[in-house]
């Protein structure tokens, strides 16, 4: 059976530069990764290493993990000054009170939306955003018109799977993590180090 990338793979080195020949830096982006497969926040976070390596003031607000798991990005993002904001109450599975983690996750973007605004930060990651807007536990279009008026110097990425179209649309760039397998599916369960 042939994979994919067997089937899109090329007999030769591309020849010549894909990108457009007019090319210019930006003054911010907005990052949205999403899709069912696993990397969509290991990604965010790699973006995070690099703007703290350009001294960059970072920060993250997870909307759905909360700051009781002691996840390792947490550990390393703190370590490296990162302002680091775990505001939200676990998997809705396990939840005791949908309603309570409603409430709560619109108060995350209420403080996610403060620090969008502040003028402060160079890069703000928000883990799991789509959730809140696929769930209804916050407003679309606020959130949108807040992305679209950030400082221009901001850039922010957004994570979390089913983005919903408005999203995509004002996005710079847009990647869909697809699952091929996932170890759970052979009954492992979450690996520290690998997974959190």
Do not use: C
């Amino acid at each position: 059976m042939n994979s994919d990338a067997e089937n899109n793979k090329t007999e030769n080195p591309p020849s010549s530069d894909p990108r457009p020949k007019e090319l210019r830096t930006p003054k911010s982006l907005l990052l949205v990764h999403t899709g069912h497969g696993k990397g969509k926040s290991s990604s965010a976070f790699g973006v995070m290493i690099r703007g703290v390596a350009r001294e960059w003031k970072v920060g993250v607000v997870q909307f759905i993990k909360s700051g009781s798991w002691h996840v390792g990005e947490e550990k390393i993002g703190r370590q490296l000054g990162v302002d680091w904001f775990a505001l939200g109450e676990g998997f809705t599975w396990d939840s005791q009170n949908l309603d309570q983690d409603k409430k709560i996750g619109a108060e995350a973007w209420g403080k996610a939306n403060e620090l969008l605004s502040s003028g402060v930060y160079d890069l703000l990651i928000f883990d799991e955003l789509t959730y809140l807007l696929n769930w209804n536990w916050t407003e679309t279009q606020p959130v949108i018109e807040a992305l679209l008026k950030r400082p221009e110097h901001t850039s922010v990425v957004v994570t979390g799977r089913d983005a919903p179209q408005s999203l995509i649309d004002i996005a710079d760039t847009v990647t869909e993590m697809r699952s091929i397998k996932h170890a759970y599916e052979n009954g492992f369960k979450a690996k520290r180090g690998i997974d959190y």
